[in-house]
Each structure stands twice: as structure tokens, then as C-alpha cells.
């Protein structure tokens, strides 16, 4: 194989070939032969890149989860309301999961049963996603605009009903008669609005 610049291009085919795949067929469906004859390569340069295909599988999940980070950040940026910040973060998890469905599914949804698990260095970045819905709402609780007992699971909360709604979404199961613009922004108040405090 050559050494030149085409190999970063050539890891990246492999990974959106496997990220096609995964979807189409699922982790247990997954191999590197599939994924070799689908880029028109031998399995063997693929096991250049990557030793197996859990390490595949957590490169996507990481890539996803990294994506999502940068879009996250992006979207609040100087963004300093509290409770403007908390709906630009809800927002742009919502677009972010409708607009990379296949990520989305690999990072949330598939659970495959015989894959290794994923690195903890990892799952510490992932985590700086959840922790910017949790700054957000200790920020806004400290200045008394959120009722917040514990900022990481009132998050957990907010990414549960997010992730709710993207499920629904992504798969389909949204009733046809409900338009689905009144029904993510309906999502996207009730999500704000459950942890703004009560004022007389």
C-alpha cells in the first residue's frame, strides 16, 4: 500500500464505510471482510488502521461524541442567559441528533452484547457533553433563575428527554398528524421550563 497522503483518506472511507454498515446491518453483522470489499480493499489494510472492529466501533462513537461536543460549544457561544443558554444547548442536541442519525444510533442507541468496553479515557470526553448541561444549570440555580438540587442528574434528566424525542424521531414513531417543528419546540420548552423556579 502507498505511503503517501491518501492514507488519511483511505481511514476515513473505512470509517464511513463502517459507519454505513453498522446501521444497515448491526455490530453482529459487522465484519472486516464486509467492510474490505465495500471500499475495494483487502481486510488486511484495514487491520492497518484498525485492530478490530470494537476499535472501529469506539472511533465512531468517539467521533460522534466529539462532534456533538464542538456543536454544543458553538451553539452557546457567548451565549451568558442561563436559561437562553440551556435552550441553545437543547436545540442544538436535538439538531445535531436529526441531522447525523447513523452517529447518533452508534453513539445512544446500539448496545451490541459481545463488544469490548469502551475505553475509560473515553468516556471521560464524552462526558464534558452532559457536563455543559450541568454548568448551565448549577449557573442558573445559583442565580436563582433554576430550581436544581443536583446539576448532573437534573442533565441526566434533560439528556433523557432529549434523547427521547431524537429516538422518536429518528425511527419514525412520531403520530404523522403532529407537526414535528411544534413538537421539538414543545420538547425544548418543557425541558427549560421544568427546572425554572417558581416565583411569587
Known amino acids: 500500500m502507498s505511503t503517501s497522503a491518501t492514507q488519511p483518506e483511505l481511514r476515513r472511507k473505512i470509517l464511513d464505510v463502517t459507519r454505513h454498515l453498522l446501521i444497515k446491518e448491526g455490530y ?8 474490505a470489499r465495500a471500499i475495494g480493499y483487502s ?3 484495514i487491520y492497518l488502521y484498525f485492530k478490530n472492529k470494537d476499535e472501529l466501533f469506539h472511533t465512531l462513537i468517539l467521533e460522534g461524541l466529539e462532534l456533538l461536543y464542538k456543536q454544543l460549544q458553538e451553539g452557546v457561544d457567548g451565549v451568558e442567559d442561563p436559561e437562553k443558554r440551556l435552550r441553545a444547548l437543547c436545540e442544538q442536541y436535538l439538531m445535531f441528533g436529526l441531522r447525523n442519525p447513523e452517529y447518533y444510533e452508534i453513539m445512544f442507541i446500539m448496545h451490541p452484547e459481545k463488544t469490548s468496553r ?3 479515557e473515553d468516556f471521560r470526553k464524552g462526558r464534558r457533553n452532559l457536563q455543559l448541561f450541568a454548568d448551565t444549570l448549577a449557573r ?4 436563582g433563575l433554576f430550581q436544581v438540587e443536583d446539576s448532573r442528574v437534573s442533565a441526566s434528566v434533560i439528556w ?19 407537526n414535528h417543528e411544534q413538537f421539538v419546540e414543545e420538547a425544548i420548552d418543557r ?3 421544568s427546572f425554572r423556579a417558581i416565583t411569587v
Open 28 to 35: 453482529a453483522g459487522l465484519s472486516m471482510r464486509k467492510i
Open 43 to 45: 481486510a488486511t489494510t
Open 118 to 120: 469502551f475505553p475509560v
Open 140 to 143: 442558573g440555580a445559583d442565580q
Open 160 to 178: 433523557a428527554y432529549l434523547h427521547g424525542v431524537v429516538s422518536l424521531l429518528i425511527a419514525q414513531r412520531v403520530d404523522v398528524r403532529i
Open 191 to 193: 425541558a427549560v421550563g
